[in-house]
């Protein structure tokens, strides 16, 4: 009778695992324990599962290694992993293997793979290599995925030149470099400004035969635009066009950007029009370039023309309608089409504007040097990747406004969305709301 109520307590607990019912483990797993212990490592492996999922890393590695000590051969369920790494747990999944070297489950290359990418994606470099070099040790094999975000993090953190010496190692370890590798490259080197070296690696591409897409073609075209050279990128968007690619609006926005820095207004225009006519709408920068650009040279109905289309483009409301801002009688939208309406293009790009730095930020340019460099990391690539050359790299490390006062009224909304403010902010902007409406 005592085998089948463990049985039983076996069965509700697995079950209670299974869909993630963590709430109302512990008394049922406490029972348990109490009446008969920790009788195989099925129930142990439980165990180690939740105090994972409890956020209790610690406990989990010592119980594994307590329960090897009483001859239990106890590990975790490897999609633990991903469970924590996609919470933001990166951090307790690398802990984990490594905590548990002599008792892991079986685990394959994406096992791996997934914990790497999101220690990457977090700034943990040198984690992410020290695990390259556990999973080697394994017997894993590591894949172009694997390096492509080991390169992914190396230039994010603006370490350039050890990700290229990273990415000229692939070769003497048989990987052969994905389109994936090349457009991170490429990526890393116009953010920073090096559109020839960022030109040459895209030729390389081609030399090679692999296969472009748009996305790299916009990482150029966007470069070429921002420092100046629209031709070139109009020449990158003819080629894009002659090999059967689609622009996107990615693309349409960049050429528009370069144009309006150019001050060229009408081919500006031209271009939009010509895109619209092809199905083609810029995104919200696209047309907030346009709109600001034609302001500046007084141009008002046109720019209101072209603020409406704005406002009935439906990837850019869905944008707009993500501010956190909420108004009990009206939106952010409304708002806008109101000022647009009223005419008060002016004050609706301010606002746009304001929207913009919120989600699309302005990135530092943080160019590369030598001297930013961590010499415990080389050891770390050259243990991990086998890579011959020595690489270092950088430790990643109110009061409600008149309506028609609106600088006053922008700048108190500025400062406390920038402070973080949220209630304050959506007060300040009910208010102006409503008076508004009694106007």
Known sequence: MAVKKGECYYKVLRGLIRDCKYGQIEPVLTTYVKKH??????????????????????????????????????????????????????????????????????????????????????????????????????????????????????????????????????????????????????????????????????????????????????????????????????????????????????????????????????????????????????????????????CSKGRMEEARSILRLMLQTDSVVELINRVDIEIETDSVENFLVHLCEQGSIQEAVIILSEIGSMFFPCKKQAAYSRKRQAPNLALGITDAMGVEQEVECCRPSGQGSRPHDFDAFYLQLASLCSAGDQQAASKLAKETISLLDKN
Do not use: W
Request: glycine share 8%; with cysteine.
């Open 37 to 294: 212990g920790i009788v195989g490592g099925s129930v142990g492996k439980m165990l180690v599962h939740y105090l994972c999922m409890k956020n209790n890393v610690n406990s989990a590695i010592r119980l594994v290694s307590k329960l090897k000590e009483d001859n239990f051969s106890v590990s975790f369920p490897a999609d633990v992993l991903t469970v924590l790494t996609r919470r933001g747990r990166v951090l307790d999944a690398y802990r984990l293997v490594v905590g548990t070297e002599d008792n892991l489950p079986i685990l394959d290359v994406v096992d791996y793979a997934v914990v790497i990418d999101g220690l990457c994606k977090r700034g943990y470099i040198e984690r992410a290599l020290s695990l390259c070099g556990f999973a080697r040790k394994k017997g894993i094999e590591l894949n172009v995925v694997m390096y492509n975000s080991i390169l992914n993090g190396l230039c994010f953190h603006s370490c350039l030149v050890e990700a290229f010496r990273l990415f000229d190692s692939l070769e003497r370890n048989n990987i052969v470099p994905s389109v994936v590798t090349y457009g991170t490259l490429i990526d890393a080197l116009v953010r920073e400004g090096f559109l020839l070296d960022a030109r040459e690696m895209f030729d390389r591409m081609i030399l090679k035969g692999i296969k472009l897409n748009t996305h790299i073609y916009n990482s150029l075209i966007e470069g070429y635009c921002r420092f100046g050279n629209v031709q070139e990128a109009l020449k990158l968007l003819n080629d894009l066009e002659v090999i059967s690619l689609k622009p996107d609006e990615f693309t349409i926005s960049a050429v528009i950007d370069g144009l309006c820095r150019e001050g060229d207004l009408e081919e500006a225009l031209h271009f939009f029009v010509h895109a619209k006519r092809k199905g083609i709408s810029p995104d919200f920068l696209g047309f907030l370039y346009l709109v600001r650009g034609l």
